[in-house]
């Protein structure tokens, strides 16, 4: 989600995708492939919430299992 006019941009991580410290799977099918495909994504995730950090935005990233309530506090009082 991306609130332009707060220059708030909120990532909703999938625990698998992003590599989930608590949830996140290896894959033991391809494992050299998914390994790397995972590190990739952590890099680029990292690089993405620098970019908009660097213009001025504030980056929220949030897993997939996280409370949504939780998660729409945070929010609510970023765009405040």
Avoid at 13 to 31: I, K, L, Q, V, Y
């Amino acid at each position: 989600m991306v609130f332009t006019r707060r220059k708030v941009a909120v990532f909703i991580d999938g625990c698998f995708w992003h590599g989930c410290p608590e949830h996140g799977t290896r894959s033991t099918t391809n494992a050299a492939y998914w390994d790397r495909k995972l590190s990739e994504n952590k890099a680029r995730d990292a690089r993405h919430a620098a970019e908009l950090e660097a213009a001025g935005w504030q980056a929220y990233r949030f897993w997939e299992h996280e409370d949504p309530q939780s998660i729409l506090a945070v929010v609510r009082s970023a765009l405040e």
